[in-house]
């Protein structure tokens, strides 16, 4: 059952990628017949030369780059290597257009905005054309020294080195037996924690994920401790502690020796995810083409997700990484299995498509198999909700999983808001995720509402009919007077697509509504 006190939901989290408030995101288009991921793969692993040099690489300058800019000669660099796009253009699932943003220039920038987690070598090695030239730079010589100052000059405007004292830090401290490392982030953080923990081999990779930035330590330990760690957060003041236990009695001259990236604060964009190898413990179907794929951690792995956030699951399926992002949720809506469930687990909410590329693999696994599994995604906030008294949300398939975190978040956490309404569309009744645990929930609480929406129902269905609308949306989102309403959205591309455009057409602000992006 759904139970806000119990906390039975997703974990947070989105199968989809999140665009910033109010923004559609990247759209996807109708890809011709024969031109999938799988079709693409298998095309450039042809043998045919997609570079033009005949497996030559050479070096390019910027003004060669600069000359392939056709549709038909399409070169761009990505972190300093050269890659011919034309052969990919009909398979990117962004159609050309996106693709041409990046023609004959550094395409870094426009790739790290939507495709950051795409392992872009795997996937274009074929398409390599050589690395950038080396610019080198002429040093000019400093310029002369200012005058002297006399006492009729005004004084010099300086400008002020940065706030260091909002910067976060840490400290530790030991006892025989334990060591503890604290962090102070210097600001509230989430309740549900926002700590990433791993220790491998002896080296802690301590990441807080704060908003749009991230704060790292990263050390090769002074001596071994054992793989059980628990990480405590007191959200209000901001203080994260990492409790750790020695193998060995004894007292540490130090915490140990740092590494690359150690006491680091960075947008989190600029920051690597950290993947994790995952055992497949179970898995259970819950519809005709749905199941729950539990996941466990490795030890001495502590993973906490922040609302609206998803995690990556990456794979090499016929010599090339495929990425994709899925909902981690709650174990309470998982099936009882003959194993107890650790708290390191990882539950995935998964439709599986008999003609895609990576859930026809995940399907395929063995238990027992292992999957490498990234740290949370995405840049959804609770913040804009803070002062919100309506909250709609609008959700169609799978997009279900992120709106139950916050369907929690919102009944739970929220005091400002008085009144949750869920809109869920699905083709048909079978399709329908979670309908007991939400009609449950909706009897039981007064402030939420769920309507469900069938496509082609069948003809003994008594609810709401047919597809998302402009009559239907100005229907459903009633703005009180004197209330504060928000709006989010999940679903397949074109779902979400038109929803924005009808929530703008409706006189909804960028700062009333956000879109998780597929």
């Given at each position: 059952?759904?139970?806000?006190?119990?906390?039975?939901?997703?974990?947070?989290?989105?199968?989809?990628?999140?665009?910033?408030?109010?923004?559609?995101?990247?759209?996807?288009?109708?890809?011709?017949?024969?031109?999938?991921?799988?079709?693409?793969?298998?095309?450039?692993?042809?043998?045919?030369?997609?570079?033009?040099?005949?497996?030559?690489?050479?070096?390019?300058?910027?003004?060669?780059?600069?000359?392939?800019?056709?549709?038909?000669?399409?070169?761009?660099?990505?972190?300093?290597?050269?890659?011919?796009?034309?052969?990919?253009?009909?398979?990117?699932?962004?159609?050309?257009?996106?693709?041409?943003?990046?023609?004959?220039?550094?395409?870094?920038?426009?790739?790290?905005?939507?495709?950051?987690?795409?392992?872009?070598?795997?996937?274009?090695?074929?398409?390599?054309?050589?690395?950038?030239?080396?610019?080198?730079?002429?040093?000019?010589?400093?310029?002369?020294?200012?005058?002297?100052?006399?006492?009729?000059?005004?004084?010099?405007?300086?400008?002020?080195?940065?706030?260091?004292?909002?910067?976060?830090?840490?400290?530790?401290?030991?006892?025989?037996?334990?060591?503890?490392?604290?962090?102070?982030?210097?600001?509230?953080?989430?309740?549900?924690?926002?700590?990433?923990?791993?220790?491998?081999?002896?080296?802690?990779?301590?990441?807080?994920?704060?908003?749009?930035?991230?704060?790292?330590?990263?050390?090769?330990?002074?001596?071994?401790?054992?793989?059980?760690?628990?990480?405590?957060?007191?959200?209000?003041?901001?203080?994260?502690?990492?409790?750790?236990?020695?193998?060995?009695?004894?007292?540490?001259?130090?915490?140990?020796?740092?590494?690359?990236?150690?006491?680091?604060?960075?947008?989190?964009?600029?920051?690597?995810?950290?993947?994790?190898?995952?055992?497949?413990?179970?898995?259970?179907?819950?519809?005709?083409?749905?199941?729950?794929?539990?996941?466990?951690?490795?030890?001495?792995?502590?993973?906490?997700?922040?609302?609206?956030?998803?995690?990556?699951?990456?794979?090499?399926?016929?010599?090339?990484?495929?990425?994709?992002?899925?909902?981690?949720?709650?174990?309470?809506?998982?099936?009882?299995?003959?194993?107890?469930?650790?708290?390191?687990?990882?539950?995935?909410?998964?439709?599986?498509?008999?003609?895609?590329?990576?859930?026809?693999?995940?399907?395929?696994?063995?238990?027992?198999?292992?999957?490498?599994?990234?740290?949370?995604?995405?840049?959804?906030?609770?913040?804009?909700?803070?002062?919100?008294?309506?909250?709609?949300?609008?959700?169609?398939?799978?997009?279900?999983?992120?709106?139950?975190?916050?369907?929690?978040?919102?009944?739970?956490?929220?005091?400002?808001?008085?009144?949750?309404?869920?809109?869920?569309?699905?083709?048909?009744?079978?399709?329908?995720?979670?309908?007991?645990?939400?009609?449950?929930?909706?009897?039981?609480?007064?402030?939420?509402?769920?309507?469900?929406?069938?496509?082609?129902?069948?003809?003994?269905?008594?609810?709401?009919?047919?597809?998302?609308?402009?009559?239907?949306?100005?229907?459903?989102?009633?703005?009180?007077?004197?209330?504060?309403?928000?709006?989010?959205?999940?679903?397949?591309?074109?779902?979400?697509?038109?929803?924005?455009?009808?929530?703008?057409?409706?006189?909804?602000?960028?700062?009333e509504f956000h879109a998780f992006q597929g």
């Open positions: 059952m759904l139970n806000p006190s119990a906390q039975a939901f997703p974990l947070p989290g989105s199968q989809q990628r999140v665009a910033a408030s109010g923004q559609p995101g990247r759209k996807k288009v109708a890809l011709k017949p024969g031109h999938s991921l799988m079709d693409w793969i298998r095309f450039s692993k042809s043998g045919r030369d997609l570079t033009g040099l005949r497996g030559r690489l050479i070096e390019v300058t910027q003004e060669e780059l600069q000359k392939h800019n056709t549709r038909e000669d399409c070169w761009t660099s990505i972190r300093g290597m050269v890659y011919n796009l034309s052969p990919y253009m009909d398979y990117h699932p962004g159609g050309e257009e996106e693709l041409m943003k990046a023609a004959g220039i550094d395409g870094t920038e426009l790739f790290d905005q939507v495709h950051r987690w795409v392992n872009y070598e795997s996937m274009l090695k074929e398409c390599l054309v050589g690395r950038m030239a080396t610019v080198k730079k002429v040093i000019n010589p400093p310029p002369p020294p200012p005058p002297a100052l006399t006492g009729l000059l005004p004084p010099v405007s300086v400008t002020p080195l940065p706030d260091r004292d909002s910067q976060p830090r840490y400290d530790w401290f030991q006892t025989d037996v334990t060591v503890h490392v604290v962090v102070y982030t210097k600001r509230q953080v989430p309740n549900t924690g926002c700590t990433l923990v791993d220790l491998e081999s002896g080296v802690l990779r301590v990441e807080v994920l704060l908003g749009k930035m991230s704060y790292m330590m990263h050390l090769r330990l002074a001596d071994s401790v054992e793989d059980s760690i628990t990480v405590h957060t007191t959200a209000l003041v901001g203080k994260i502690q990492v409790n750790m236990q020695k193998q060995v009695k004894r007292k540490w001259t130090s915490l140990g020796e740092p590494l690359e990236n150690h006491n680091t604060l960075l947008k989190k964009k600029d920051r690597a995810l950290c993947y994790r190898g995952c055992l497949l413990v179970s898995k259970t179907e819950v519809n005709h083409n749905t199941y729950i794929f539990r996941m466990q951690l490795p030890p001495g792995t502590v993973r906490h997700l922040p609302v609206g956030q998803h995690v990556f699951l990456k794979a090499l399926i016929q010599d090339t990484e495929v990425v994709r992002p899925y909902t981690p949720i709650d174990p309470s809506l998982a099936p009882t299995s003959r194993s107890p469930p650790q708290e390191s687990d990882i539950y995935l909410l998964i439709k599986v498509y008999p003609d895609g590329v990576f859930t026809p693999y995940l399907n395929s696994l063995p238990i027992g198999a292992h999957i490498s599994i990234s740290g949370p995604e995405g840049t959804f906030s609770l913040r804009p909700l803070r002062d919100v008294t309506h909250l709609y949300l609008l959700a169609a398939g799978t997009g279900l999983t992120p709106m139950v975190r916050l369907i929690r978040s919102a009944l739970q956490d929220i005091e400002s808001i008085r009144k949750v309404k869920l809109l869920f569309f699905n083709r048909r009744e079978e399709d329908i995720l979670c309908r007991c645990e939400l009609d449950e929930l909706a009897a039981a609480k007064e402030s939420f509402e769920v309507e469900h929406v069938l496509s082609e129902p069948c003809d003994s269905w008594g609810g709401r009919r047919g597809r998302v609308d402009e009559a239907m949306l100005k229907d459903v989102l009633n703005r009180p007077g004197g209330s504060q309403c928000y709006v989010c959205v999940c679903g397949p591309p074109a779902f979400t697509e038109l929803i924005v455009r009808l929530l703008e057409q409706q006189g909804f602000s960028e700062g």
